[in-house]
């Protein structure tokens, strides 16, 4: 395909995507904005807490950065 086809192609979808509109469904929309105003604060739950340790890399960077110190040194 030519460069002007190829282009004519390009422009014919952006302007579809430019001027498509959807039917929006505003119940749902307002359904699903209203959820979550009503959640508790603590509905967040860190579900990789059990599978890893708090202090898992902590030890690692602190190693890390007394090399460094002795290498300076």
């Known amino acids: 395909m030519g460069r002007g086809r190829q282009k004519a192609k390009h422009t014919k979808v952006a302007r579809e995507l430019k001027y498509f509109?959807?039917?929006?469904n505003y119940g749902a929309l307002e359904r699903e904005l209203s959820a979550g105003q009503h959640s508790d604060e603590n509905s967040y739950v860190d579900r990789?807490?059990?599978?890893?340790?708090?202090?898992?890399?902590?030890e690692d960077d602190e190693l890390e950065t007394q090399q460094d110190q002795n290498k300076s040194a």
């Open 21 to 24: 509109s959807p039917e929006t």
């Open 48 to 58: 990789w807490a059990d599978q890893y340790g708090d202090d898992q890399y902590d």
